[in-house]
């Protein structure tokens, strides 16, 4: 299991990730800087200021962190979830299959292109937002561990998706109907305490709302929800979607036939 | 030692088809194996379930004695794959593929680029390197295909139609290639429907037809079973009447070919003397197919698809 083979063949998958990603900056990378700038102009700069503070804070500060969140979470998914389909689509998954490399290799290794890509796309957001403000950090450990796991959890779910996906229309359903209203009704543009008490307790089922949150804490220092309980939240569910996939991949669900 | 063991090799595909019906099939070490058989005769099936991108559905596989239920990764790692069909991410470059592919299997960075060098050069792509694979010819991609699948210096070649759609010349120069793999000691297997290819390279072939394994030998005791072969004679065109040869199985297909059954005991000379005798003029000769392909339409009862029937002049 941690001979040195093993390793070698998952740092080759990783490094054909980044490449990839990189190789299509135009679609990976440039995007997600441009939708986030938009926001920050529209939300942030002209709106925001009517709407005045929000938890303690101008309204452009209270949203960037959630903003960043939001484009790790997309851009971790979709590396993996078309990166992976697309291996299957155009088979050159097989080169893999057929090699020794273990599935719990072949999985780290995607995932960890995929959260190389949203802390890269993260970064750049948080770069774009310094035009519009100035940046507190509350507490610097906090942001990386929330961003790493989230980014590990979403690339978890990427690959899930890639691997029932049967056609590019089935990477696109899950981030359209269910990641995306989770992110926006996920506490990014508001505090969860201005909204009636029943929506408070359905919000909290929603676990993107536990990782805003807590990333928001680490700049803002300020949080709807508990910090500690969201990281648990966030590392359970690695465990969860860790097991499924590995499941899946010893099966050889919609690779081997 | 064997390089491939199966026993009793089963495969109902999720539709319920029953593409093999628990084959045996045995390849020693150093071997240049032959597997042949018609269009859906299973070929394929057991090659993806030899490299596990086929699940079987009953029976062993063993490859250099590794059981691939019990250790499929020492298994896994004696195996270089050409596929049936082309399976590159288009957007990568040759060298990329190989090298990367040469990376899966723990070769570290700088052998694979070593090894990627080496067979890309031999196999003529060097040049091609920094191209992505979408815009290489079918040919080159079959050669891309081959490299790729030599990177990590497998123990067993197994070549899914490795030289369909490729060119003559091409042909000829990827058997040599593979002849002097061979000879280096790593043992082949290989699936065509150019029959001549097989005749040519294989030591051993084994005919596969409807998930049964129907022969399985060398290929010489395999064209030894052949007791007649067709002879083409295109003739001076044959005036009012069709001479009637004695002895021999003949039949005029027009008025300038005549087609010749001759049996391994009969006489070419003869047949020559009987021509003279009834004014017959030979303009030119030729089997009427390549020897094996003869055998493989007579055991199989139909003609290879994709084949050409006319073989090489004498
Ligand atoms: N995924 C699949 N699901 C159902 N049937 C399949 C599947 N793959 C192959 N088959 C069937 O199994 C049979 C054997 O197919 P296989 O690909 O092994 O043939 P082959 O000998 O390689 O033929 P060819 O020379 O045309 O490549 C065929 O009848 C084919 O239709
Ligand atoms: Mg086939």
Redesign the interface.
Known sequence: MF????W??A???Y??EV??FM?IWVQTLVPPAITMSLYFVVFGSLIGKRIGDMGGFNYMDYIVPGLIMMSVITNSYANVASSFFS?KF???V?????????NGFILMAYVAGGVTRGILVGLLVTVVSLFFTDMEIHHLGIIVLVVVLTAILFSLGGMINAIFAKKFDDISIIPTFVLTPLTYLGGVFYSINLIPEFWQKVSLANPILYMINAFRYGFLGISDIDVVTALGLIGGFIVLLTGFNLYLLNK?IGL?? | MLALDIKGLKKT??NGFEALNGIDLQVKQGDFFGLLGPNGAGKSTTI?II?????KTGGTVSVFEHDIDKS???A??C?G?V?Q?F??????KAI??V???A???????KKAQERAEYYLQKLGLWDKRNERSRFLSGGMKRRLMIA?ALAHDPKLLILDEPTAGVDIELRRSLWGVLEEINQQGTTIILTTHYLEEAESLCRNIAIIDNGDIIQNTSTKALLAELDSETFVFDIDPVAVYYPKLDGVQHRYVNDHTLEVDVRREDDLNQLFVQFSANDIHVKSMRNKANRLEELFVRLVGQPVPGVKVGGEHV
């Open positions: 001979n040195r083979y093993n070698i063949a740092g080759s998958i490094r054909k490449v990839r190789r291996s155009q088979r050159h097989e080169e893999l299959l057929v090699a020794p490399v273990p050889g081997r036939s | 595909y999720k993806g490299t596990s991108l086929v699940t499929l990764s020492e896994k790692r195996i794959l596929p069909e399976n590159f991410n288009l957007f990568e990329d593929i090298v990367s592919q990376g899966y299997y723990g070769v570290p960075r790729r």
